[in-house]
């Protein structure tokens, strides 16, 4: 066990991992079927062995030494996107492409501590494919079946299959101070992704407020932002805190909206400026943690008629 991660979580560090399930959807802000309709991830995050290679990925990403990354995840996540009104069969030309999207991603996580604030690193690589075999259109297709839901006609539109690697980093900085009794911490974050799926620069602003925030740093980031950490720790006490979070990105490329790289697709015009505003809750007890979250998203493409809406849950075990 690395001293780095002792100073980071104290008596928890024994702990064996962190298994998580992420569901975002659009439903969940009242919102019908439309753009990012839908996505599941699940994870599992745990402290890498001290020679774990994980460790090594980090210090040739980003030149932080490998002893230096307390924590790693495995991701695998299913994503789809459809335009508004799913239940015309004719190619919407003025609304986004069908397309699913299928991955598996490793993630590590870095904190400094300092003085009066700590920092914060994330590096994320993901590995996978868009089009019919991430298996977006069956999915889809069987639980709106269940649900009795409208059936969408146009998945015959979708992007083509692409194989997609994507190399992304966030780092934020954090202050922690009193507030009549609560605990309050805030703080900037940049960060960039670089690859076929998502290129873009970001800027944010984070806060949360509650009682325990010690316990995890858990604000759920909603695709494309880079993933944030599920690690918590564990305790017989009930903590809680509700949160905000504003991110501002320049996408450079989106290939769910500019189409395949290689072949003809349908594809809308981008919106180079893109903002995310979040708000929601999260609650920790014993070996359980559940954040609720909700996205407002400006719009991602010319002719969009409005902002995007859709919510997100995050349930969190650790054993």
Do not use: C
Not at 78 to 101: C, F, H, K, N, W
Request: no cysteine; proline share 4%; glycine share 10%.
């Amino acid at each position: 066990m690395v001293l780095a991660l002792v100073g980071l979580w104290g008596a928890q560090a024994h702990a064996d991992g962190v298994a998580s399930l992420k569901v975002e959807n659009d439903i969940f802000a009242g919102s019908s079927d439309g753009h990012y309709s839908n996505g599941i991830e699940a994870s599992w995050a745990f402290v890498p062995e001290s020679d774990h290679w994980t460790r090594k990925m980090g210090e040739r990403l980003t030149g932080i030494p490998a002893e230096e990354w307390e924590l790693a995840a495995w991701r695998l996540s299913q994503q789809m996107y459809t335009p508004i009104d799913i239940s015309r069969s004719d190619l919407v030309e003025d609304d986004r492409p069908y397309a699913g999207l299928l991955y598996g991603g490793v993630s590590l996580f870095d904190e400094q501590q300092h003085e009066r604030w700590r920092q914060l690193t994330g590096v994320h690589v993901d590995v996978g494919w868009v089009g019919p075999a991430s298996l977006a259109e069956p999915t889809q297709k069987g639980i709106h079946k269940i649900t009795d839901s409208d059936e969408p006609e146009g998945w015959s539109h979708q992007l083509d299959f692409e194989p997609i690697v994507n190399l992304a980093m966030k780092r934020g900085w954090i202050a922690k101070r009193q507030l009549a009794g609560l605990e309050v911490d805030t703080g900037p974050s940049a960060g960039f992704a670089l690859g076929n799926l998502y290129t873009y620069v970001s800027a944010g602003f984070g806060a949360r407020i509650g009682q325990g925030l010690e316990r995890s740093y858990s604000i759920p980031a909603v695709a494309p932002a880079a993933t944030g950490q599920s690690w918590f720790r564990s305790g017989s006490d009930f903590a809680w805190y509700v949160f905000a979070n504003f991110e501002g990105r320049y996408m450079a490329h989106n290939l769910l909206l500019d189409g395949n790289t290689f072949e003809d697709s349908h594809s809308v015009e981008r919106e180079p400026w893109v903002g995310d505003a979040q708000a929601g809750v999260t609650m920790t007890w014993q070996d359980w943690q559940l954040s609720l979250t909700n996205v407002w998203r400006t719009r991602e493409f010319e002719g969009q008629d409005r902002h995007d809406e859709f919510g997100s849950i995050q349930l969190s075990w650790q054993y």
